[in-house]
């Protein structure tokens, strides 16, 4: 999860222009997770926060990264316009989830996640 610097309950380019931005920089970070996860030969891959689909593969799946943290977390959603929106405990709704599936363990996942972030001069939440 990335947090907003607005919130998403409403409609403006300005919540347009920061959806992107947080896409954005997900998929760079996501396609640099999974391809180092790939070249040890594990099964990884990011969906699409836009679309729900897989970014690398091609399955008829899609996925719902609001209906997932809900879940798994417990966050409520609330309906807005053909759209849910998290509710982060923080955050509030200022908060862009999105997801990445691999079947690397822990210990790999952290070994690559931490070479990505210094390979991009990336800040980790988990430094702070």
């Known amino acids: 999860m990335q947090q ?3 919130s998403f309950q409403e409609t403006t380019f300005e919540v347009a222009l920061e959806k992107n931005r947080l896409r954005a920089r997900f998929i760079r970070l996501g396609c640099s997770l999974s391809f180092a996860l790939q070249q040890q030969k594990y099964l990884s891959d990011l969906f699409d926060p836009l679309t729900g689909r897989p970014f690398l593969g091609n399955s008829g799946l899609t996925w ?6 809900s879940a798994l977390l417990n966050y409520p959603v609330i309906s807005y316009q053909n759209c849910t929106l998290l509710l982060h405990p ?13 079947s690397a363990p822990q210990v790999a996942i952290e070994s690559c996640l931490a070479q990505v972030i210094a390979d991009h001069s990336w800040k980790s939440a988990i430094d702070n």
């Open 90 to 102: 923080i955050w509030k709704n200022n908060v862009y989830p999105a997801t990445i599936v691999t």
């Open 4 to 6: 907003s610097s607005i």
């Open 64 to 69: 719902d990264d609001n209906a997932a943290v």
